[in-house]
C-alpha cells in the first residue's frame, strides 16, 4: 500500500537538525540533560522530588544492633507435636500421661501461644510465656515453671 503522507525524516530534508534543536542535537544524552540520575541535584531536582519525596534526606530511626536483643521463641502447638519426638530424644521425660520438657534445653526464650495443646504438658525453664500459651496449657491439665517476677500478679 502506498503512503500518502512522506516520513518525517523526508520532510526534514535540507533542515541541518532535522528537528532536534542545534546541529549536535540528538547524538548522545546531552540533549536530555544527561544519563541515568545526572542532574538529580541540579538541573532534575524538580522531577526527582515528584518521582519520589523521600529520595533525599534521612528518614525514620534505626536502633543500635547491640540495644536489640534477639530472642528465640516457638509456638505452643510446636511443643506438643514434638513432645514424643522430645522423649525419644531423652530431652523430655514422661511420667504417667503427664509430658515434662525442660524448655531451657531447648534454646527457647519465649513460648507463644499458636497451635493446640493436647497433651498435658508440665514445662520448666520457661523465661517467658503469652497469657495465650499459659492459658492453653493450664486448660490441658499441664503445669508452668516461672521466674517469680513473672509469676506475681500485676496490680
Same mark, same amino acid.
Given at each position: 500500500?502506498?503512503?500518502?503522507?512522506?516520513?518525517?525524516?523526508?520532510?526534514?530534508?535540507?533542515?541541518r537538525s532535522q528537528g532536534y534543536?542545534?546541529?549536535?542535537?540528538?547524538?548522545?544524552?546531552?540533549?536530555?540533560?544527561?544519563?541515568?540520575?545526572?542532574?538529580?541535584?541540579?538541573?532534575?531536582?524538580?522531577?526527582?522530588?515528584?518521582?519520589?519525596p523521600h529520595y533525599f534526606g534521612?528518614?525514620?530511626?534505626?536502633?543500635?544492633?547491640?540495644?536489640?536483643?534477639?530472642?528465640?521463641?516457638?509456638?505452643i502447638g510446636e511443643i506438643d507435636?514434638?513432645?514424643?519426638?522430645?522423649?525419644?530424644?531423652? =530431652?523430655?521425660?514422661?511420667?504417667?500421661?503427664?509430658?515434662?520438657?525442660? =524448655?531451657?534445653?531447648?534454646? =527457647?526464650?519465649?513460648?507463644?501461644?499458636?497451635?493446640?495443646?493436647?497433651?498435658?504438658?508440665?514445662?520448666?525453664?520457661?523465661?517467658?510465656?503469652?497469657?495465650?500459651?499459659?492459658?492453653? =496449657?493450664?486448660?490441658?491439665?499441664?503445669?508452668?515453671?516461672?521466674?517469680?517476677?513473672?509469676?506475681?500478679?500485676?496490680?
Amino acid at each position: 500500500m502506498q503512503r500518502r503522507t512522506p516520513k518525517r525524516a523526508l520532510k526534514m530534508r535540507g533542515l541541518r537538525s532535522q528537528g532536534y534543536g542545534h546541529t549536535k542535537g540528538h547524538r548522545a544524552a546531552g540533549q536530555r540533560g544527561g544519563k541515568g540520575m545526572a542532574g538529580s541535584h541540579k538541573h532534575h531536582y524538580q522531577k526527582r522530588l515528584q518521582d519520589n519525596p523521600h529520595y533525599f534526606g534521612k528518614w525514620g530511626f534505626k536502633r543500635p544492633q547491640k540495644l536489640l536483643e534477639s530472642l528465640s521463641v516457638m509456638n505452643i502447638g510446636e511443643i506438643d507435636e514434638a513432645a514424643d519426638r522430645l522423649v525419644a530424644g531423652n =530431652v523430655a521425660t514422661m511420667t504417667g500421661k503427664s509430658y515434662n520438657i525442660d =524448655v531451657s534445653k531447648l534454646g =527457647v526464650d519465649r513460648i507463644l501461644g499458636s497451635g493446640k495443646v493436647n497433651r498435658k504438658l508440665n514445662l520448666t525453664g520457661v523465661k517467658s510465656i503469652t497469657p495465650g500459651a499459659r492459658s492453653k =496449657v493450664t486448660a490441658a491439665g499441664g503445669t508452668l515453671d516461672l521466674p517469680e517476677e513473672e509469676s506475681k500478679p500485676t496490680s
